[in-house]
Nanobody, 126 residues
C-alpha cells in the first residue's frame, strides 16, 4: 500500500503564494496519475487538479485555472501544487491522491483514487 505525505501548507495572506508537495513513503509515484483535492470546512471534498503518469495531461477545476499549477518530478518521486493569487475561499485541507491503471489520463473524482494522503492545511486570510 502506498502512503502519501503532503507538506507545505500554512497561512498566507490573500494574493499570496504557497507551494505544496506530495511524496510517497515506501513506494514510487511513476505508476500513478496524481490528483490534488481540497476540503473546506462544511463542504465536500473537491478535485482541484490532476496530472497524468508522465505529466502530459493536466486538468484544473475552473475556480483555480490560471492561479494553480500542478507538476510532478518522477525522478524525485514528488508532486507539486504551486498556488498563487490565493483567495480566502481557497482555505481548506489539501490532499494528494493517486490513481492506478491509467497512463494518458487523470481524474478529479474522489471515487477514482486508490491511495490518499492525510492532508495539509492551507489558510488564506488577512
Amino acid at each position: 500500500q502506498l502512503q502519501l505525505v503532503e507538506s507545505g501548507g500554512g497561512w498566507v495572506q490573500p494574493g499570496g503564494s504557497l507551494s505544496l508537495s506530495c511524496a510517497p513513503s515506501g513506494g514510487s509515484f511513476d505508476s500513478y496519475a496524481i490528483t490534488w483535492f481540497r476540503q473546506a470546512p462544511g463542504k465536500e471534498r473537491e478535485g482541484v487538479s490532476c496530472i497524468s503518469r508522465r505529466g502530459g495531461i493536466t486538468v484544473y477545476v475552473e475556480s483555480v485555472k490560471g492561479r494553480f499549477t500542478i507538476a510532478r518530478d518522477n525522478a524525485k518521486n514528488t508532486a507539486y501544487l504551486q498556488m498563487s493569487s490565493l483567495r480566502p475561499e481557497d482555505t481548506a485541507v489539501y490532499y494528494c491522491a493517486v490513481q492506478r491503471r491509467t497512463t494518458y489520463t487523470c481524474s478529479l473524482a474522489t471515487n477514482a483514487m486508490d491511495y490518499w494522503g492525510k492532508g495539509t492545511l492551507v489558510t488564506v486570510s488577512s
